[in-house]
């Protein structure tokens, strides 16, 4: 009886890893080029809300990944807890940090080499990577 009270609560706390580390990711994507804006602080709190953060939690977590981003000095940390998830969230994940990048219409060699570097982190195809990075770049363009 008290293994599956330990098991939900473990459960619990891996996801809330995973929610920290990913904003903490997507933070950092947002403030490569310098301009952490407030839209690019929407995009990742809408991000956050559709992969299953209740809005009670949002600020907590979004906190939380605002502070761990800023204390870190490498992506590692953030992406290895992504990278041991299904396809679907990665891709949710890299759409997020197309929409971040292109979010002020501009992409800097260095959020272009950060995505390059997070391809190989993350386990994507890069045609996989390059058909969302299309798809963005012309919601953004219109």
């Known amino acids: 009886m008290f293994s599956f009270f330990s098991k939900n609560k473990d459960n619990e706390s891996n996801k809330y890893n995973l929610y ?3 904003a903490a990711l997507l933070i950092h994507a947002a403030k490569i080029d310098e301009n952490y ?3 690019e602080k929407k995009i990742i709190k809408a991000t956050l809300i559709k992969l299953g953060v209740n809005e009670i939690d ?3 977590i979004f906190k939380k990944a605002e502070n761990t981003e800023s204390n870190s000095n490498q992506i590692l940390e ?3 807890e992504i990278k041991n998830s299904d396809e679907n969230f ?3 994940i890299i759409e997020t940090l ?3 990048i292109y979010s002020d219409n501009n992409l800097d060699m260095y959020e272009s080499n950060f995505m390059r ?3 190989g982190l993350l386990y994507l195809d890069n045609k996989i990577v390059g058909n969302i990075k299309e ?3 012309k919601k953004f363009n219109k």
Do not use: G, Q
Request: without cysteine; proline residues 0%; positive net charge.
């Open 58 to 60: 949002l600020e907590k």
């Open 20 to 22: 920290v580390k990913t």
């Open 90 to 92: 990665k891709i949710k």
């Open 98 to 100: 197309w929409s971040i």
């Open 135 to 137: 798809k963005i770049k």
């Open 37 to 39: 804006s407030d839209i």
């Open 117 to 119: 570097r997070l391809t």
């Open 78 to 80: 953030f992406t290895k």
